[in-house]
């Protein structure tokens, strides 16, 4: 989240700075996108990845994965990533769109 947070900073303050086309800024739906994806992951303590892959490793190391058994619990994993990614996309237009009122 942090990572993509200042990659999001960074090229805002490039599109501003340089005579880019206004409509180069919705460029910044991906970065805000991932760095929201990762805070929501983080504030749910849910791994989207994990969510569409069917698999968990609450018990094991990191690296370690067992696979989700039951159909149903994929089934409201799977959602949840979608719920995740969702929220990520329009969190990521919205800022997206809200740079093209920017002046300069």
Wanted: net charge neutral.
């Amino acid at each position: 989240g942090l990572i993509s947070t200042i990659a999001a900073v960074i090229l805002l303050a490039f599109l501003l700075t340089t005579d880019a086309p206004h409509a180069w800024r919705l460029l910044l739906v991906l970065p805000i996108a991932s760095a929201a994806s990762g805070f929501l992951q983080d504030a749910m303590h849910f791994c989207a990845g994990f969510g569409f892959k069917g698999v968990l490793n609450i018990i094991h190391s990191a690296g370690i994965t067992d696979n989700v058994q039951l159909e149903e619990f994929r089934r409201k994993d799977r959602a949840k990533a979608l719920q995740i990614t969702g929220f990520a996309l329009l969190i990521g237009t919205t800022v997206a769109l809200i740079s093209l009122l920017l002046p300069l």
